[in-house]
């Protein structure tokens, strides 16, 4: 029996080697309960980061810092850790799982360079499975898949790895075979060297000869695997067609040039729990997944909107972009991934989306909550900077006579809200301060005051997402809050284009306020305000034009009567008047508020409601009842598909509206045993008998407040 360090093939850096080509940045993402959480624990006691693992389920996850998080046995934020493997530096992030946390995924993908996708052996790809795989496509990360739970009851590792080519329609290619399932599963074939080996703890196993009854598979997987190297190189085919025995070292090179064009997917297997599978995962990241030196640079523009590019240079020009910021009582940290150049403690950069001049504090490496302090930080890496004040998620930083704005992240907006005010009044200005900080570090929670009401409303992406939000007041700054009833994110637009006009005349003895304009309206496909100007002539004087779709942008964010913010509109500011001494900015901009009411008025609005893509877990002696409580709350159903063994899987797009306590009605029709996940699909009308009492309601509610 021997060590698993010794059994790893020794990758030592050559001398004067760029040490870039010996670091990875990789997340881990999943389904929720997958397994993300415990591959990571794992990776850190292999890797001698920790000594003593902490388990998901006991709250004591090295990565699952946040007190929330123990408490609930979830990921609610990415966690970022380095380790060292294999003379590899490797950067890794682990990612939530919960639909309502998405944004954190999709952060860390805009940044990360390879990813590991873990999927459960006995229920393969399901549904945020598919969300984070999708961002993943997004931002073109090359991605390796790690099937976990190979001892739970009912796994079946071919089958997961169909479902991966099926349902994610990716060139999924076996490079190990697990040696027995469930209470059985003992080891893995390695399909690249063709040897077996039993696991006996985390940090040793022993190799055993191929089992005789997989040696049919084993070999059968063996040609599937080089044949789908061998066809992605020419010479690499020519020499296998002739019958040569190709050396694994050709092999993986031709595989790690495939997975890094994102045209296959090496799938490994094991167990994180029960300690099997992590060595060889781990030679896998570090054999296939790219370097920093790997990625195609880094695209932006400069102030002129021309687009320019960043390599993964440390001696070029400073590229840096936020990606999440972390609330702390000592000063926020900021992560940050350089693209180029070199960051040094103390350094001033320039804040291109902003326009501000920042300095940096400190610099440091993280271990989950641990900061490790360093003195500087070179392209390829990801770090933390203290001190910066005004930069956020998506912002960039360079030198100031270098400028670069790199493309920021695209985040899903809030789809529920609540009201929340402080049981003390004295706590109000705290409870401010204290949902500023939260802003600033989760980009999909919003929060605003009701002008109307005068209500403190926090938005988010679900009910677990604000319930967390209200938690962490209380937990991290000690403010407690008395919180009202969700309510659904609804949206209005325009029912169909009008010309309208805005009229601002108003004189009252001295300066008076003169301000006219003439907008057509109609339907656009983006959510924001399409503005055009079309004035001609002069009928409209320049320095007027901004301030009339400032106007119209806050008529659309106030909602109209009933408070809902509008959506999808196209305004051409074509005509108007001006006077040479009343007009004004504020003239022109009530202008513009009022063209738009006008035009609510004459061709009312379209309600719009979330639709939230659904997927039901039911046994299928419930199954007609489970479709029927969804039919009843206006679903769409999409898919019936039968699953593990006497479970039904329904897919389906419902309202958010209806699924309010949905989880209890679901406990009760399945004797506890159904479950369900749910994600923003779109947004689409209310009918109309509908929209109408929830547009009067709304209206009463503000009138009475």
Known sequence: MTSAVTETTKMERPKGANPLLYHRNVGIMAHIDAGKTTVTERILKLTGQIHKMGEVHDGQA?????????????????????????????TLIDTPGHVDFTAEVERSLRVLDGAICVFDASEGVEPQSETVWRQADRYEVPRICFINKMDKPGADFLKAVESIRTKLGANAVPVQLPIGFGNSFEGIVDLVRMKAWRYTSLEEREEIPIPEDMREA????RRAFVEAAAERDESLLERYAAGEEIPTADVVAVLRKAVIANDLYPVFCGAALRNKGIHRLLDGLVALLPSPLDVPPMKGTDDAGTAIERSCDAKGPLAALAFKTIHDR???????????????????????????????????????????????????????????????????????????????????????????????????????????????EDPTFRHFVDEETSETIIAGM?????????????????????????????????????????????????SGQYGVCNVKF???????????????????????????????????????????????????????????????????????????????????????????????????????????????????????????????QVQGKVPLAEMFQYATLLRSLTSGRGTYT?????????????????????????EKR
Not at 218 to 221: C, D, N, T
Not at 485 to 492: D, E, G, I
Not at 568 to 594: C, M, N, P, T, W
């Open 522 to 648: 109609d339907l656009a496909e983006t959510d924001d305000l399409e503005f055009i100007d079309g004035v001609k002539g002069g009928s409209v004087p320049r320095e007027f034009i901004a301030p009339v779709r400032k106007g119209i942008e806050a008529a659309m964010a106030r909602g109209g009567e009933a408070g809902f913010p509008f959506v999808q509109v196209k305004a051409e500011l074509y005509d108007g008047k001006a006077h040479a001494v009343d007009s004004s900015d504020i003239a022109f901009q009530q202008a513009g508020r009022l063209a738009f009411q006008a035009a609510i008025e004459k061709v009312g609005v379209t309600l719009l409601e979330p639709i939230m893509r659904v997927t039901a877990q039911t046994p299928s002696a419930n199954l007609g009842d489970v479709i029927g409580s969804l039919n009843a709350r206006r679903a769409e159903i999409e898919s019936i598909t039968e699953g593990k063994g006497d479970f039904s």
């Open 218 to 221: 084993v070999e059968a997987g």
């Open 330 to 440: 000592t000063g926020d940290l900021t992560f940050l991934r350089i693209y180029s150049g070199t960051l040094r403690q103390g350094d001033s950069v320039w804040n291109t989306r902003r326009s501000v001049q920042e300095r940096v504090g400190r610099l440091c490496v993280m271990k989950a909550d641990e900061r490790l302090p360093v003195d500087h930080a070179v392209a390829g890496q990801i770090v933390a900077a203290i001190g910066l004040k005004e930069t956020v998620t998506g912002d960039t930083l360079c030198p100031r006579d270098g400028k670069i704005l790199l493309e920021a992240m695209q985040f899903p907006r809030a789809v529920i809200s609540m009201a929340i005010a402080p049981k003390k009044r004295a706590e109000r200005d705290r409870m401010g301060d204290a949902l500023a900080a939260l802003g600033r």
């Open 678 to 702: 749910m994600e923003p699909a779109m947004y689409a009308p209310v009918p109309q008998a509908m929209a109408e009492e929830i547009l009067k309601e709304a209206k009463a509610r503000r």
């Open 62 to 90: 090295t990565m699952d810092y946040m007190a929330e998080e123990r408490a609930r046995g979830i990921t609610i934020t990415s966690a970022a850790v380095n380790v060292m493997w294999n003379d590899h530096t490797i």
């Open 462 to 510: 679900g009910e677990l997402h604000l319930e967390i939000i209200c938690s962490r007041l209380l937990g991290e700054f000690k403010v407690e809050v008395e919180v009202g009833a969700p309510r659904v994110a609804y949206r209005q637009r325009l029912r169909r284009p009008c010309d309208a006009e805005g009229r601002h005349i108003k004189q009252t003895g001295g």
